[in-house]
């Protein structure tokens, strides 16, 4: 039981508790208002090398290919790390560049493309997402889009447009269709020499600052996994907090209709198209 102290007038009390409560609240808003970023690398399972990624914080999500050797093994890993696992589907790009087993192209019927996402998603077990690799092709297409969201919304996958081309109707399709989504901020290692993925790095947190959230992909370059794990540990210097991708898209999502929404136009970066 509390003892009052009777030399202690009643309204310094009230005014004591008072603002230990506020403290309180101000504490769990500031919280709330720190600038959030999500990282996901993707392209991981190319070869044995890429596990040199396992070493990053494990708030960072992996992305990995499908049907690849280490598919599995990397879905595993990640998954005993308690880290959050997508798959990244290969999909037809403008350039007509390689795409690997699972890929999905324009000519695909709907049964193709539902059997391929089905094969795929098996070889990365622990998949709570999907990203496109390339695509920029195919997320114009609506046909092929709508089918890879009934797919995703049907095994409750959330699903992030990695925005190969500013064109991608990825995301409005996977909104359209009950899908939750985000999309990328900032490539980090378009070109993977220290000081530009340092540049898209700040880049990112400048973002986050402004909208209070911003996604990165990278990839797992030596260079980026020894950047990463350099500049993710000095993060609340700036001020920034890296969270799992999953947290955020589901933050997002109940706070979607409440949160001034980013500025695409001038969030988006211009890149070549894949
Ligand atoms: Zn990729």
Known sequence: MIKIN????????????????????SF??????TPKIALIIDDMGNTSRDSAAFSLPTEVAFSILPLTRLSQSYSRQATQQNRDVMLHIPMESLAGNKLGPGAITADMSTLSI????????????????????MGSKLTQLS?????????????????????TTRYSKAERIANDTGVMSLRRNVFLDH????????????????????????????HPYPQTVSYLEGALVNL???????IALSELMHTQQIARRQQHPINHKEADQTIAPK
Not at 114 to 133: F, K
């Open 6 to 25: 009777s030399n202690y007038p009643a309204t310094q009390w009230i005014r004591a508790v008072l603002l230990a409560f506020l403290c309180c609240l």
């Open 143 to 163: 046909g092929p889009m709508s089918t890879t969201m009934q797919f995703l919304v049907e095994h409750q996958l959330f699903f992030v447009d990695s925005r």
């Open 191 to 218: 070109n993977a020499t220290h000081e530009q993925i340092d540049q898209q790095f700040q880049r990112l947190l400048r973002l986050a600052k402004k909208y209070g959230f911003a996604v990165g992909i990278a």
């Open 236 to 242: 609340s210097d700036h001020g920034v907090q890296l």
């Open 28 to 33: 769990s808003a500031q919280s709330v208002k």
């Open 114 to 133: 539902r059997t391929t996402l089905t094969q795929a998603l098996a070889s990365v077990p622990d998949a709570i997402g999907v990203n496109n690799h």
